[in-house]
């Protein structure tokens, strides 16, 4: 990447704000995430946090505020924000038509990339789905169905990558087997946002945090200086005595 | 329209394909038996035009009836059942555009439509002696037609987030307008009541131009007809794309 793609930010948001009905989701939310960076989005169930990437993703549209990946508005460029982002949706969801690799290549060529078997192979290879690539994706099982959902997120390659619990409710090999892989990516320079309940994995991956509380940023700092500014010796007490914070 | 806006495509017409027993298959089988059954039991009365059978008007109108549903099922229940179990969202997070992805999704209920109606109607063809007056009249007729009913489709799967929903779409709209659009009778039959119904019925144009290209005779004009197909389209075309451009149930 040249000098002028390193100094944007991977993803801007300024001022987001989101009505659902009466309920006021997101109250000017502001975030930067530089490029390279392994970020975590905290915060308790209804903090705002999926709404939030559901509007980076463009399956939600904010009813106020900036919302910009790659220096691409989520908007008026859609295109090329999405060709930017991948995104593991929290949901188990599947298309129950097709295999593995059919479902790869579809996505694939959703993005207008054809011939992309060799990227597909070394995902497969990398989440261990090697030898289910012809399987239906009925017959999975939930933790393989996870690794699908994040290999049809990473399919056209995207800078940045965005997921949203992704090891809720699975089991201890697929985590340590996700996070490697997560690890790699973000190593090679794809940025990473993370959501998580499970606040030892983000203690372990991410180096800076920003959490959401009733749709608004009450800290956004780096892991040391937030555990720091409360006196906390792990990120669990430091997210105890924020959410007690008036 | 690029590599994007043909794998929607391809997707959407292999999701058929992959089940073709439910989606091929069932719907000739149910339009044969429409057609042993009622031209069995009508092909004994007076012609409806002079010098054509029963049959030969019939079989015009059960294909197009056949294609109408079909081309309308495959792009509704495809996206309502997308929505449900919420895999919708990999397309949605793709940099297609809403007239790609209205396009894919019409294209591909054509397809069905027109591969349901070319079975019954080689099928039907073996039974029955049918001919042909204009190639170019049917052809503009499926083709419009089976847009018709996609795109239909298309605006019913947007707006319908539960099954039931999209159920009331295929009894309490769907089925009316294709048993009230002629397939069985002419127009000139019906009592002035429901002969004036009819003529709001977009899918009576569709049947009756259709069946022209075939016996050279029809209620109205085929131009008429050609004019209410193409502007329905048009209507359906303009709604359908400004409500995705909206986010419309899609993108709240």
């Known amino acids: ?246 | 329209m690029g590599v994007g806006f043909a794998t929607l495509l391809e997707k959407e017409v292999l999701r058929f394909w992959k089940v073709s027993f439910q989606t091929l298959l069932a719907p000739l089988v149910s339009t044969l038996l429409y057609l042993v059954v009622f031209a069995q039991v009508l092909g004994q009365r007076d012609s409806i035009y002079p010098g054509i059978s029963y049959a030969a008007f019939l079989v015009p109108g059960l294909v197009m009836m056949a294609m109408l549903q079909n081309a309308f099922a495959n792009s509704s229940s495809s996206l309502v059942q997308s929505k449900v179990t919420g895999n919708l969202v990999f397309v949605l997070l793709t940099p297609l555009s809403e007239g790609e992805f209205f396009g894919a999704y019409v294209l591909a209920a054509m397809v069905r439509g027109i591969m349901v109606g070319s079975v019954v109607l080689i099928a039907a063809w073996l039974f029955f002696s049918l001919s042909v007056f204009s190639g170019v009249w049917i052809l503009v007729f499926c083709l419009l037609s089976t847009f018709m009913a996609g795109a239909l489709g298309v605006l019913a799967g947007v707006w319908a987030e539960k099954f039931d929903q999209m159920a009331a779409w295929q009894n309490f709209l769907i089925l009316p307008l294709t048993f009230l659009s002629g397939a069985f009778y002419s127009l000139h039959s019906l009592p002035p009541l429901w002969h004036l119904i009819s003529r709001f019925n977009p899918f009576f144009y569709a049947i009756d131009g259709f069946r022209y290209g075939f016996i050279g005779a029809s209620d109205v004009s085929p131009w008429s007809s050609l004019v209410i197909v193409g502007s329905t389209c048009l209507a359906l075309s303009w709604t359908t794309l400004a409500l995705l451009r909206s986010g419309w149930r899609l993108r709240p």
Request: proline letters at 3%; aromatic letters at 6%.
């Open chain 1, 1 to 246: 990447m040249g000098d002028s793609a390193t100094s944007l930010p991977a993803i801007k948001i300024r001022g987001a704000e989101k009505y659902f009905g009466a309920l006021h989701a997101l109250r000017g939310v502001d975030i930067t995430v530089e490029q390279g960076e392994f970020f975590a989005l905290l915060g308790p169930n209804g903090a705002g946090k999926t709404t939030l990437i559901s509007m980076l993703a463009g399956l939600t549209r904010a009813d106020r505020g900036v919302l910009e990946v790659m220096g691409h508005a989520v908007d008026r460029d859609y295109r090329q924000a999405r060709r930017a982002l991948g995104v593991v949706p929290q949901e188990l969801v599947f298309d129950p038509f097709f295999t593995v690799r059919e479902a790869l290549r579809l996505q694939s060529g959703y993005f207008g990339l054809r011939h992309n078997d060799d990227w597909i192979d070394e995902i497969l290879s990398n989440l261990q789905l090697t030898d289910k690539a012809d399987t239906n994706m009925r017959a999975l099982s939930g933790g393989m169905k996870r690794r699908v959902l994040i290999a049809q997120a990473l399919v056209h390659r995207p800078p940045v990558v965005v997921l949203d619990e992704p090891t809720a409710g699975v089991d201890v090999e697929l985590r340590q087997t996700l996070w490697k892989f997560v690890r790699r990516l973000n190593g090679e320079g794809h940025t990473i946002l993370l959501t998580t309940h499970y606040l030892e994995e983000a203690e372990a991956l991410c180096r800076r945090v920003a959490v959401l509380r009733q749709g608004q940023v009450v800290a956004c700092d780096t892991m040391a200086g937030l555990l720091q500014a409360r006196q906390a010796s792990t990120l669990e007490e430091a997210f105890v005595a924020l959410l007690r914070e008036v």
